[in-house]
Nanobody
Framework: QVQLVESGGGLVQAGGSLRLSCAAS????????MGWFRQAPGKEREFVAA????????YYADSVKGRFTISRDNAKNTVYLQMNSLKPEDTAVYYC????????????????WGQGTQVTVSS
């Protein structure tokens, strides 16, 4: 069983930056692909970014490509999401998620979830 705890959310002005962290425990972190998803009020949960178990492969939603960077440190059991050039439409609760081995972009294919961290971007 994997436990995930996100941190780093907050309020930022448009054009600013935030770095989210997700600390994992309870499993072999290096065997899990990790993803970041977000959910705005009244909207479906959507894919943001994912990284393979080794960190060698990454995927991004078109809406964040070039602005967000996902990375992981397997020695620290932590995955990060660096968010730059933030826009008001990035406002959402951000969740990290884990699944065994293979990287995926559909939230239905992730097995473990954190509690989420709020990101609010003001215009």
């Amino acid at each position: 069983q994997v436990q995930l705890v996100e941190s780093g959310g907050g309020l930022v002005q448009a054009g600013g930056s935030l770095r989210l962290s997700c600390a994992a425990s309870g499993g072999t972190f290096s065997s899990y692909a990790m993803g970041w998803f977000r959910q705005a009020p009244g909207k479906e949960r959507e894919f943001v970014a994912a990284v393979s178990s080794s960190g060698g492969s990454t995927y991004y939603a078109d809406s964040v490509k070039g602005r967000f960077t996902i990375s992981r440190d397997n020695a620290k059991n932590t995955v990060y999401l660096q968010m730059n050039s933030l826009k008001p439409e990035d406002t959402a609760v951000y969740y990290c998620a884990a699944r065994r081995i293979l990287i995926r972009t559909r939230h239905q294919e992730y097995d473990y979830w954190g509690q989420g961290t709020q990101v609010t971007v003001s215009s």
